[in-house]
């Protein structure tokens, strides 16, 4: 059986094959550093800080490697796609969220890089943004990856995204409480 395909169909597959190349580096590299960084929160497998730092020094620029060329080759693969659905438009905030958690992660290294190399007592504020950042990123990443499988091997509308901008509202409205009442904790704490 030959299977003949057109232009637009050979370069769409081509981009879906570097769109998952991309997942595979960014996402792999995401779920090993916040693995390291599980670890060194709830003090198991010996895992310290300086080698959280050291295992991130390698995955962040993985991460944002597969990051960008997920975003490169999801851009015209939407353009060809010639709609976007309601679930698309929260798929592209997690991605949006992603990305600008990925800075909020970078300034975290830099602050924790300021403290020096060997850090005994660890900042209280720095084991709660590095809490919250890693649960962003698992939200994030994992939500947009099944938004992903779903949009491609299911791809009937779904009722309840009617109401995007209130589930992104949400969204919003809970990371920022939850960050608001974290940073006054740790800072209480003091």
């Known amino acids: ?19 998952l190349v991309g997942l595979v580096i960014g996402f792999g590299a995401v779920l090993v550093i916040d693995a390291f960084g599980f670890f060194w929160l709830i003090k198991a ?7 959280v730092r050291r295992v991130a020094d390698i995955t962040q620029r993985l991460i944002w490697v597969g990051f960008f060329l997920l975003v490169l080759t999801g851009i015209p693969m939407l353009a060809m796609k010639g709609v976007v659905s309601n679930l698309t438009i929260i798929k592209l905030f997690l991605v949006f969220m ?6 909020f992660l970078h300034y ?3 602050g924790l890089d300021a403290l020096g190399s060997e850090i005994i ?5 720095y ?10 990123s698992q939200l994030g990443w994992w939500g947009a990856t099944l938004i992903g499988f779903y ?8 009722g309840w995204t009617e109401f995007y901008p209130v589930i992104i509202g949400l969204i919003i409205l809970l990371i920022g409480t939850v960050s608001l009442v974290g940073e006054t904790v740790t800072e209480i704490k003091k």
Do not use: C, W
């Open 108 to 110: 975290i290294k830099k």
């Open 1 to 19: 059986m030959v299977i003949i395909m057109d232009m637009e169909t050979t370069l769409y597959y081509f981009l879906l094959f570097a769109h």
């Open 121 to 125: 007592n660890v900042p209280s504020r």
């Open 127 to 136: 084991y709660f943004r590095i809490g919250l950042a890693s649960t962003i």
């Open 98 to 103: 992603v990305g600008m958690n990925g800075v």
């Open 45 to 51: 497998f010996k895992v310290d800080l300086h080698l």
């Open 151 to 158: 949009n491609r091997q299911i791809g009937h509308p779904m």
